[in-house]
């Protein structure tokens, strides 16, 4: 699949446009059923292993054959390539520290298996870790409001993941989080959200985030009941930064000026 799509791209886009192209391999895979790859046998309870099946089935070959094709249509460019950790949804919260929390293990075997195979070192390599991270208590963003002592514990999460991805150079991006709330609805501890933000900013293996727009009925947040420019202050380094929002709430933002975004300046700074 991911050849026909790369190949698609190589022999139909301006060599000035590649700059705009990121792949990213699977949004949350979860579970056997997952769209990306069917891995037969996979328990709940095998995290790493499953990781590693994950990996070696499906993550790496697709990185490894995203980047013959590149070689193979001589297009002098090395495309950002996004991965992320198997049947967790994604979440932040299981990837560090060790013996803590929701902690499985997972993120340490990815940054292994890609080290393994040669994809370590995201400014040379261009392959990054796409991480999801939302507040509310189940930390999926479908309840209202942040959890009491979020940023204590993100803190933690943090520090941990800079420690499992400094040996091998690798480097993560938030993809997806903000904080759910439905119009009209005074956030509650929203500054825990805003603090975690300030830590990613001071992160060594964070690039940047994505604050997702929306809310449970899949309509637009109002910027007032939301993390973003304008209603909140941001951390100060706050440049590495996106919003996704969709079409029928862009209205809202009349005269809200979005930064612009290149993953490829961050990988070089």
Request: glycine letters at 8%; a neutral charge.
């Amino acid at each position: 699949m991911w050849q026909h799509i790369a190949h698609y791209i190589f022999t139909n886009l301006h060599p000035n446009e590649h700059k705009y192209i990121i792949f990213e391999l699977c949004n949350e895979p979860v579970g056997t059923g997952s769209l990306c790859l069917n891995i037969s046998g996979c328990l709940d309870n095998e995290s790493i292993k499953c990781q590693k099946q994950y990996d070696l089935s499906y993550q790496i070959p697709t990185i490894a054959a995203i980047k013959s094709l590149e070689k193979k249509h001589s297009l002098g460019v090395s495309h950002i390539i996004m991965v992320t950790t198997y049947n967790n949804w994604s979440g932040v919260h299981f990837w560090a520290p060790r013996g803590v929390g929701d902690y499985d293990g997972t993120l340490d075997q990815l940054a292994t298996d890609l080290s393994t195979n040669g994809y370590s070192d995201s400014k040379e390599s261009k392959v990054i870790i796409a991480g999801h991270q939302y507040c509310d208590k189940n930390y999926g963003g479908f309840s209202q409001d942040c959890i009491k002592g979020f940023a204590e514990k993100a803190d933690k999460w943090v520090t941990g993941i800079d420690k499992i991805l400094k040996p091998h150079k690798l480097l993560w991006f938030q993809t997806e989080g903000n904080i759910m709330a439905e119009g009209g609805h005074v956030l509650k501890h929203s500054d825990e959200y805003k603090r975690y933000l300030t830590k990613l900013s001071h992160s060594s293996s964070n690039i940047g985030y994505t604050l997702w727009f929306m809310n449970s009925t899949g309509l637009s947040f109002e910027p007032l009941y939301t993390l973003g420019r304008g209603n909140m202050n941001f951390p100060e380094n706050s440049q590495n930064y996106s919003q996704i929002y969709n079409i029928s709430g862009i209205h809202m933002y009349k005269g809200y000026s979005l930064p612009k975004y290149n993953f490829n300046n961050l990988l070089n700074e």
